[in-house]
């Protein structure tokens, strides 16, 4: 009879990697996370930014870290370019690194 080892089933080999270790760097080798980041975002906006805003909101887009929101709502555009600041500061740090430097409202 075979005995078995519990504590060689679950310790980890050495060149095995969780889910999360492997995506980030294929991210990383294939010099995509800035992308990849910026879609995060896009993605995100409605959550982050809350329902109010993301059901107000047609177009969102970054290009040359500045991002883009084409809003429906003129009185609720105004209020967001008074907070630009805030905005570009929650996007960062949802996505760990500086993605926006600027905000554009349309």
Avoid: C, H
């Amino acid at each position: 009879m075979k005995s078995k080892n519990p504590a060689s089933e679950t310790a980890r080999k050495a060149d095995v990697f969780s889910l999360k270790e492997a995506l980030n760097q294929l991210l990383d080798v294939y010099k995509i996370r800035g992308k990849y980041n910026e879609t995060f975002l896009v993605a995100s906006w409605g959550r982050i930014m809350g329902a109010t805003i993301a059901n107000r909101t047609e177009k969102i887009y970054i290009n040359q870290q500045k991002l883009y929101v084409k809003m429906n709502s003129a009185p609720l555009k105004n209020e967001l370019v008074m907070s630009k600041s805030k905005i570009i500061e929650i996007l960062n740090r949802e996505a760990g690194s500086e993605v926006v430097s600027d905000v554009i409202f349309l």
